[in-house]
């Protein structure tokens, strides 16, 4: 899973970056209002941390862009402003979730997580497949109640693959989800790396369609 930190302040961005990647998100940042504006359109990110208080171009505004663009990512807003009025002009706006500064980095990655879930049209924390489950809300995978250790760039795949189920998805989409934007994308890497998870689960739910790319589907019988 990928997300775009914009936030001006420098120690903050590096610091929400370093949270996320190190919860098992790809991380892409800007500093200011039309990077973040630059950004959102151009790149499939499967969430957005947006701060209110963005230079250039001032978050809000930037929100209402994305919104006008048919850009529907989930939107995180960061905001010092704590009055209910700021925030229901958020929600008008287009945004999915608040946190009020100063917040803690774990309450981020959870409602991060949260919106990316329902983004995706799970309702339940816990995503099943077979055997095979993943805790959202912590970030870890479970096999025959066993943990998988999964490296980053595996869990980024797997989680995409358990958030939309049944549906097939090309080598290009998961490269997308999987890398930030400074990243080479080879659609080879991506078949190494299915091929090291599949070895790593006890059940075969993850199908090649060829030409097409890759389905998690629950195992027969």
């Known amino acids: 899973m990928r997300i775009l930190v914009c936030e001006d302040q420098p120690d903050l961005r590096r610091a929400l970056a370093r949270t996320l990647e190190g919860s098992g998100f790809a991380v892409d940042q800007a500093e200011d209002g039309m990077e ?33 663009e048919g850009c529907h990512t989930p939107v995180l807003i960061l905001t010092a402003r704590s009055r209910w009025s700021d925030k229901l002009a958020g929600f008008n706006a287009g ?11 774990e309450e981020v990655v959870l409602r991060l997580r949260a919106l990316i879930r329902r983004s995706a049209g799970q309702s339940s924390p816990v995503l099943t497949c077979g055997p095979i489950k993943l805790y959202t809300s912590e970030g870890r995978v479970v ?73 998690l589907t629950p195992p027969r019988g």
Do not use: C
């Open 95 to 105: 945004a999915d979730d608040f946190v009020t500064k100063p917040f803690e980095m």
């Open 143 to 215: 096999d025959q109640g066993m943990p998988v250790d999964l490296t980053p760039q595996e869990f980024r795949i797997f989680t995409y693959l358990m958030h939309h189920p049944n549906r097939i998805i090309s080598r290009q989409t998961l490269a997308q989800h999987v890398y930030d934007r400074h990243s080479e994308r080879e659609s080879n890497v991506i078949d190494v790396l299915i091929s090291r998870i599949r070895r790593k689960l006890s059940a075969n739910v993850i199908q090649t369609v060829r030409g097409q790319g890759y389905r």
């Open 36 to 68: 973040a504006l630059k950004y959102g359109i151009a790149e499939p990110y499967d969430a957005i941390v947006l701060d209110l208080g963005l230079p250039q171009i001032d978050g809000m505004s930037v929100l209402h862009r994305w919104r006008e």
